[in-house]
């Protein structure tokens, strides 16, 4: 078998701000503290297989866009490697990491503030491709023109602006402008969280197809389990930086074996659940500044052993293509029963 | 969402100065200034600057006096018999070009700077901010004293020297509002498409840093030209022979107390509509752009 | 306070040996007398020395007054004068020492409690003029003390006509009347002067009535002045010359022309007739009336009539184009030159104006202005004295009885070693004059020194080495009821304001 | 059945614009008994954000409440002096905005801002108002409520400050709670957590409340009637069950139909075809017209509501009664 | 915090350093001090003898690194007009110009904070037209020009109130100050009103802009829904948000105020730092200028510093990261 799309081996990734003279001054004198440290990635592994869409899933603040910023090369990392078939993407030098940065393109979540709103779609889509020289400049227009249509925008919209679209239309115009530089790898950070039931369907078909036409590899971020169900191929689970779960679609929804995943699942909203009573989760969700030991969950955690709080649960396969991060059952978790976990049962256990 | 047709810059600048008596008057009595200041060759009685048009014989005559030439004299003349009304015609021409030309070179300079220390941040930000302290620091006269002294006297230098005080204020405003537009993720897009850095710089962030510009650029093309004046009253301005409105206002201060009113009176009042029409028309076209204040 | 004047410029130290330009020297003779006084036209009489003579060329024994008392009351004696003049060419970081005044001193020795002899090293007939300009302190009070501790009323101790009470800098100076003075008695007792640097803001607390007395009037408020109830003005004509200089310094003169811009091969200024000819297409009287609002006197020489040395032969040249164009094209300029013009504009009243009006005059008569500049002082004395300029405006103030000193600096062949020509900007040079005025300076005879000063003069401006323009007149204003004697000295002393009736 | 809360009869507003008129709300009746949720769903742009400040008399100029009826308790609101109106809010009807985010004024601290809404209303002293505010917060599950009381809302999470708007907006017990999505951004075990505490605040304190959203699941498992607004109209309304199990509507049926299901995988998902229509161009007669499979002449003309006061649908065309029938 | 103000040592000393040597170097370039100090008889004796005890003959970098030595000792060399040590004659006038340019700053705050306010509150309306007409006048005419017409009425023609100078002070904490006598508070009104005018302007012209900025924010929405009355409003919410850009502005303007007071202590011969600057600067007394500049560098340094503190005072997000 050939090395996977993209292979990101434990990457760490801290946010902190470098001391200046002043401030290591300070420190030396004792008179500051250093700064504080986001460790919004901690130990992160991740492969993705050509042509597969991953479904990246977990709470606000996990590092989820983190992720997917250093998947893209555009955010250093702390520690660990990212490689894009077989190649460290950190060592990649002039025409190789421009090429690499091309290939992978990210869409925003919010599609309004990812266009700027003083710019014709004709430049937003077409000023890439033009500096680039993957089209002429006399050629821009048929080019935005033939994106716009395969992207189901009609083409004579090709001089407005960005406030006449509405939010479906604008998100496709992002997928337009990521597709002009012709990627084969596509991150989709939140991309229909704001959308309504009706356009978020207009897109998720048009991400469909386009991964049908053009095989295009996708990770797919989003906390929307829906829709990660219906779109990919395999869903991976994180919580506070870490990756607690990892399995094909199927298997998730059937048979979730962290303790958070199946919280969550057991929290879909569904129009066929009508009159549900809500539980309320107590606890505090802890903060990526000062994230608790052992394992991150286990202020939250109903089954929380004493070994949850000390030891860090590394992420062990439960069967071939399942991994799971938790100290249960050998270290593979609870296997999802009909029963299942519910919510309410994560009641803080100290 | 609105789907109408692109309505281009122009036309809803235009609209929007239309749909406000007050800023279509300013905007026209603008235009009437600017256009008479561009011809005040053609327009002008006489060509004040010229030593040998002008007659010593007919200094400080009040308005309407008839001088030594025949001619009449209906501003009156200043205390080297220049007709007020042709030197008020040039004079408006050297404060709008000074006035124009510092704001617009400042705007420049100050946008540059300002938008470099945002996007890069770290020490080019220290740097550039701790020089825009510096330069706050400076007296406006210490500094247009250098620069006579170095360059010598005449319109360039006064330019210069306001630029170099002004350029300050447009780098913190600028720096204040491309630090938010940097953040947003139109411009991690444009990096991710692999633009560069300049072009995302000043192709990207600049247009939407543009309306607080407009603003601090109107006021500080008011305040250039009030700055020439200050500096004319010093006695560290622009040459004697070639008067501007703020030179004028000067020049007739010294004789208020002599009771010869009309050689700052009617400059000063010029200077006050010029600046007025301006702050009113600049102040328009802050709401016609801001989306939210537009109606 | 009695009385309240607004004065336009401001001492830098009350010390009166600090530094002699004309404003610390103002403030001084309120504080502080000398050996001699120079009356309002700058003449010698008995100060605090009551009679001099001469024992031989180098010898001098001066008598001092009887029975004059410091302000704290100790006596004045001749250890009091040993030591002034011994202090006046010695006090540290003196930006204007008295040096030059004691120079010719080689030594002072107290004889008794009132007889002070003086040795000079070299034969000088006006020593009294010189030593007579340095003012007398007290020995017991400024031993010992920096010129600092002057501004305050321990030190600033002297037997003048007032005596000081605080100095806040840049605001007020208050005094009260020394009711012993051995001299009148001023009239006003508490005085307060205010230091207003800004003309019109000098005028207008004239006119609010914040102030009784304003000196320096702008020339164009004068008329304004004199018309408003109230208020009257009061004008002398000063020591002071406005000169236009054309520089004879290098084949080339800076910023002159031909007709097509180009700068010219040769000197046009070292031509005599070019000097003439601009000379006389300059009509003094118009400047005078028109930009000064009459205050001034149209000058065809150096000092005005009051001062020794002035020749009444020596007349303004009166303005004739026709004459200037034949002479310009008898010096090989038919169609002119062209010319750019300097000016001071801080430095006297109406300077920036001046200079625009030379220039239209110059224009008429037949030559080319390029431009006109008029720059602060501070940038333009310096390029003024290296010489950048060809042609440019400037003053110079007469604050010695004779012209002798003024013709000296201005006119005499520039020699740095031997300390001539200092003012000489425009590097004018003639043997005869040098040699004539040599010779007059070492007159002891009075009257025969005039006679010899009066030829110099009249054989220097033969050839138009300077084109003296006019001599400023000053103006003070006064509320009703108050008048002031003041002179060519320019000076605003309280002691000589007095009430009329 | 519960008595009405709240009656809101044919409101219209209105946004006068230079280039036209917005009909942001064009005609929307609402009932809302104690104790009752009314889930309003619909199409982003389709007024239900200015429905809901329309009822508080906050819609900001050029917008104006053109006509209709606002009964709270049987007090026209729309007649109410500011005075009254001000009594009012916050303290019988709360509303908690869209976008709790941005609605707490970042420079002031929770705790001043909670005690000025407890003073607003009622004349205790500070330190009372300060206990009640503290308890609040306990209330909605803020831990340590004494100290977080003194932070800013920037040093709270996204969840912790909706917490802290639900208890802002419970601080004086009010009978009509109108909130605007507040839990779009979040993900589903913290959302789960402030909906139970909704549930209960109904379920317990009897009060009514407005919950619009476009999240159909939440609706359906939350409220128990629920209204479809499009292009600023009511088109259907009725019970949870009946609008979600039956839509009547092809545009509640478009919804419906696009959210992806556990077998739809590897099919397109139905999306309705076309776009909302712009705001100031809407089509004569029904606005849904020109992306309806259904339309027909009959449609150009303006659809009247019908049906009983509590099912109600405004098509000329409706659904049948059994999904199966209706063509794909 | 500590961290803080360190790095801004650091920084103001590299800043003060620059300004140092370009002032040093600027005012040589104007002119030769000893062309103006002297008086216009004196001879080359004189001039040598000057030259020589103002040690002006040293070749420009020995004069530059004699001054920096020295400085860094805090002697900042004596003024050549006055042979007093440089900064002394400045501290001793400063307090005049802080009292001038302090009081302006409160009468813009005074009078701009709540005509802005008013103005905002009703965008359009024919108060607001008038606020803001009015306001144009403030800083469209030059600041000379307004000094004379407030001289002109107040003084000249009214007699209300006085001109020149800055009248009786008292001390008040030590300080001498215009504010302890009826007489000293006279003199203060006119040059404080001509140096704020244009400052009046400015934080009328801002406020109205935050306001009308400020009030279509959902917060405002969010309060109203509350209950909240208007006046709290505008005076808590709003006012407490706008304050931010017009605390920068004016500490910015701060500098401009002290360098426009050169103008009005010229007109009104207010006794401060001003007036001695540009006499300092027209005799190019070296030392005063340069200790000028500095003083004043390190002043907005300073103010720069309180306004950061303020900012964090004012706006709790901005805290976490200025310290
Ligand atoms: N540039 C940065 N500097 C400091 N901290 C950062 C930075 N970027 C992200 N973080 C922190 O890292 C953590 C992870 O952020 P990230 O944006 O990856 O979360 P996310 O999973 O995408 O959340 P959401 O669902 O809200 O988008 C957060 O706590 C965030 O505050
Ligand atoms: N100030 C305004 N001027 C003009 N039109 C406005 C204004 N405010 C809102 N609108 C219009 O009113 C309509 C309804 O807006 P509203 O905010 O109620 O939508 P919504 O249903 O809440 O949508 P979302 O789901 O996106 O929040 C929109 O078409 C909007 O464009
Ligand atoms: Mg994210
Ligand atoms: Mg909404």
Known sequence: ????????????????????????????????????????????????????????????????????????????????????????????????????????????????????????????????????????????????EGLMAQVGLDPAMIDRYPHQFSGGQRQRIGIARALAVNPDFLICDESIAALDVSIQAQVINLLVKLRQDLSLTLLFISHDLSVVRYISDRVVIMYLGRVVETAPTDRIFAAARHPYTQALLEEIPRIDRRGHRFSSVKGEIPSPVNPPQGCHFHPRCPLAMDRCRVERPVLTKASPDHAVACHLDGGTGRPLTNAGVKTGDLTPTS | MSLLRPESMASRILRGLLTSPKATIAAVICVVLVVSAVFAPLIAPQNPYDLTEIDFFDAK????????????????????????????????????????????????????????????????????????????????????????????????????????????????????????????????????????????????????CLPPLIVIGTIQVASAIAAEATLSFLGIGLPITEPSLGLLIANGYQVMLAGLYWMSVYPGLLLLALVFCVNIVGDRLREILNPRLAQ | ADLTIGRASEQSSIDPQFSRTGNNQMTSTMFFDRLVNFDENLQVSPGLAESWTNEDETTWTLKLREGVTFHDGSPFTAADVVYSLERADEVPNSPAPYTDMVSSVASVEAVDDLTVKITTNVPNPALMEDIGRVFIISKAAAEGKTSEDFNAPATAVGTGPYILDEWRVGETLTMHANEAYWGTVPEFNEVEIRFISNDAARVAALLSGAVDVIDAVPPQDVTRLEGTDGINVFSTPSGRVIYLGLSMRGDQAPAVTDLAGNPLEENPFKDARVRKAISLMIDRQLIVDRILGGSGVPAGQLVPDALGGHNPDVAPDAVDVEQAKALLAEAGYPDGFGLTLYSSNDRFPGDGDIVQALGQMLARGG???????????????KAASAGDYGAFVFSLGSSTPTSAPNLQALLGTYDKEAGKGAFNRVRFSSEAFDAALADALQEFDEEARLTKLRDATALVFEETPIVPLYWQKVHWGLKDGLTIDAGLSEQTLPQKITSTE | MTEALLEVRGLRTWFETPRGTVRAVDGVDLTVGRGEILGLVGESGSGKSITGFSLLGLVDPPGRVIEGEIRFHGEDLRAASPR?????????????????????????????????????????????????????????????????????????????????????????????????????????????????????????MGLGMIWISHDLGVVGQLAHKMAVMYAGRIVERGSVDEVLDTPRHPYTRGLIDSLPMENDRGQPLRQIPGNAPPPLNRPEGCPFRPRCAHATDACLAEPEETGTPDRAWRCFHPLGSRLTEVPA | MTVFILRRVLQAILVLLITSLVVFLGVYAIGDPLEILLPADASMAERAQVAESLNLNDPLPVQYWTFISSAVQGDFGRSFVYNRPALDVIFERLPATLELVTTSLILSLVIGIPLGLIAGVKPRSLTDESIMTGSILGFSLPNFWQGMMLIMIFAVWLGWLPSTGRGETGTFLGLRTSYATWDGFVHLILPATNLALAQIALVIRLTRTGVQETMPLDFVKYARARGIGEGRILFVHVLKTILIPIVTVLGIEFGSLIAFAVVTETIFAWPGVGKLIIDSIKMLDRPVVVAYILVITAMFIVINLVVDVLYSLLDPRIRGRAQ
């Not at chain 4, 977080?148 to 917490?163: K, L, T, V, W």
């Not at chain 4, 009509?176 to 951004?185: F, G, S, W």
């Not at chain 4, 913290?190 to 317990?204: C, G, H, K, N």
Request: proline content about 5%; glycine content about 10%; overall charge positive.
């Open chain 4, 84 to 204: 009254r109106l001000r009594d009012l809010r916050g303290n019988r009807i709360a509303m908690i905005f869209q976008d709790p985010m941005m609605t707490l004024n970042p420079v002031l601290r929770i705790g001043t801002q909670m005690i000025e809404t407890v003073q607003a209303h009622a004349r205790v002293s500070k330190a009372e108002a300060r206990a009640m505010a503290r308890d609040a917060l306990g209330q909605v599950g803020i831990p340590h409520p004494d100290e977080r009381i003194d932070a800013y809302p920037h040093e709270f999470s996204g969840g912790m400050r909706q917490r802290v708007a639900i208890a802002i907006a419970l601080l004086h017990k009010p009978d009509l709670i109108i909130a605007d999505e507040p839990t779009t951004a979040l993900d589903v075990t913290i959302q789960s957590q402030i909906l139970s505490e909704m549930q209960a605040l109904t379920r317990d």
């Open chain 3, 367 to 381: 030559l080319k202005v390029n431009g006109v500049e008029a720059l602060p002082y501070s940038v333009y004395s």
């Open chain 2, 61 to 208: 005559l009040p308005p309407m006096s008839e001088g030594y030439t025949g001619m009449t004299y209906v501003l009156g003349t200043d205390g080297q018999g220049r007709d007020m009304l042709s030197a008020m015609l040039y004079g408006l021409r050297t404060s709008l070009a000074v006035g124009v030309t510092a704001g617009v070179l400042a705007m420049l300079v100050g946008t540059a700077l300002g938008l470099l220390a945002a996007y890069r941040g770290g020490w080019i930000d220290t740097f550039v901010m701790r020089f825009v302290d510096l330069m706050l620091g400076f007296p406006t006269i210490l500094v247009a004293l250098m620069i006579l002294v170095v360059f010598g006297q005449g319109v360039d230098k006064v330019i210069l020297a306001l630029v170099f005080v002004q350029w300050a204020y447009f780098a913190r405003a600028v720096r204040a509002t491309a630090l938010i537009e940097a953040g947003k993720e139109y411009a991690e897009a444009a990096r991710c498409l692999g633009i560069p850095a300049w072009r995302i710089m000043f192709g990207h962030i600049l247009p939407n």
């Open chain 1, 1 to 144: 078998m050939t090395a996977p799309m993209i292979e990101v081996s434990n990457v760490t990734r801290h946010f902190r701000r470098k001391p200046d003279l002043a401030e290591r001054l300070a420190m030396r004198a004792g008179l500051a503290s250093p700064p504080p440290t986001v460790h919004a990635l901690d130990g992160v592994s991740l492969s993705i297989d050509r042509g597969e869409v991953v479904g990246l899933v977990g709470e606000s603040g996990c590092g989820k866009s983190t992720l997917g910023r250093i998947v893209a090369g555009m955010l250093p990392v702390t520690s660990g490697t990212v490689s894009r078939e077989g190649r460290d993407i950190a060592t990649l030098r002039g025409a190789e990491e421009r090429a690499m940065r091309l290939a992978t393109q990210i869409i925003f979540q919010d599609p309004m503030s990812s266009l700027n709103p003083r710019k014709k779609v004709v430049d937003i889509i077409g000023e890439a491709p033009r500096l680039h020289g993957l089209a002429e400049r006399r050629d821009v227009r048929a080019t935005v």
